[in-house]
């Protein structure tokens, strides 16, 4: 899609509140945010995010769209080229952790927000948020050699959900664990 190699980080995993989630990202990211959002359902419920600085989204919008765009190209490009990137990003991972967990997802058509950390984790003060909201934090940096392109994902769950998923990855370590005593 954008003719160069994309460079994906050794994941790591932390559950946190959206509040915890909001300041970890605000630590690594001091500039406005943009982000493509998917619900998704099934086994386990919630909302995929996949976040930049708002630059980088920008720069991601030149790799796809290829050649010298101005910024009022970009601009005019920047949500449908986002949306679309992200939706492959997003259903991809999705569709392996499902694919891996023998189970299936139905997932939204993505959507755009813009924000700081707060806003995008719905942590900002006076927010209605779920008691059990917490954020499977996902740190999968992901770059794009030859530009300057970064991001980050997150899953929004509820406590449930996360049960559920923990449940689901027992399983599947249970059966990888089988396979390798056979």
């Known amino acids: 899609m954008i003719g160069t190699q994309v460079l994906l980080s050794v994941p790591s995993v932390e559950i946190v509140s ?10 690594r990211e001091a500039a406005p945010l943009v982000v493509v959002h998917q ?14 600085p708002q630059e980088n989204g920008r720069e991601l919008v030149r790799a796809v769209a ?18 679309e990137t992200g939706n492959i990003i997003l259903n991809g991972c999705l569709a392996t952790m499902a ?20 806003r995008i ?3 900002e003060a006076g927010a209605p948020t779920a008691a059990d909201a917490l954020v499977l934090f996902l740190y999968i940096d992901f770059s794009v050699s030859e530009r300057d392109i970064r991001g980050y994902l997150a899953m929004l769950m509820d406590l449930p959900s996360i049960e559920n998923l923990r449940g689901l990855v ?13």
């Open 18 to 27: 959206r509040a915890a989630a909001a300041r970890l990202i605000g630590e």
């Open 121 to 123: 984790f719905g942590a």
């Open 66 to 83: 290829g050649g010298d765009l101005s910024p009022e190209e970009v601009a005019a490009l920047e949500d449908e080229a986002l949306a």
């Open 170 to 182: 027992d399983e599947f370590i249970a059966r990888a664990l089988g396979d390798l005593d056979a």
């Open 39 to 52: 619900d998704f359902e099934g086994a386990f419920t919630g909302r995929a995010l996949l976040i930049f």
């Open 99 to 118: 694919n891996m967990l023998q189970r299936t997802l139905t997932m939204s058509l993505p959507g755009i927000a813009r924000g700081d950390g707060p």
